[in-house]
Nanobody, 126 residues
Framework: HVQLVESGGGLVQPGGSLTLSCAAS????????MGWFRQDPGKEREGVAS???????NYADSVKGRFTISRDNAKKTLDLQMNNLKPEDTAMYFC?????????????????????WGQGTQVTVS
């Protein structure tokens, strides 16, 4: 059983920064991809960034150049550094993990490909 726990969300002014963290416990899979998604109430879950075990990354166009995803395989942690935050970044942010069932770009477009999810952490930019 895999448990993912996010932290680091909060309220920030436009242009500000936040770092989200995700701690994994249990069997996480040596080859598992990890990713960040976000969701507003009434909207579909949207892929933000994904990373595989060798550090290859993929980002949604809306966050390229502003967000940086990173992972520590030994510590089983995943981070998302978010800079120059905009009001449209406001959402619940979720950590996810799963085996590589497609390219990172494909997995970012398809939340249904991910096996494990955290409970989410709220980010509000206002």
């Amino acid at each position: 059983h895999v448990q993912l726990v996010e932290s680091g969300g909060g309220l920030v002014q436009p242009g500000g920064s936040l770092t989200l963290s995700c701690a994994a416990s249990g069997y996480t899979g040596s080859s598992y991809c990890m990713g960040w998604f976000r969701q507003d109430p009434g909207k579909e879950r949207e892929g933000v960034a994904s990373i595989d075990t060798d550090g290859t990354t993929n980002y949604a166009d809306s966050v390229k150049g502003r967000f940086t995803i990173s992972r520590d395989n030994a510590k089983k942690t995943l981070d998302l550094q978010m800079n120059n935050l905009k009001p449209e970044d406001t959402a619940m942010y979720f950590c996810a993990s799963g085996p590589p069932t497609g390219t990172l770009a494909t997995m970012l477009r398809k939340p249904q490909l991910w096996f494990n999810w955290g409970q989410g952490t709220q980010v509000t930019v206002s």
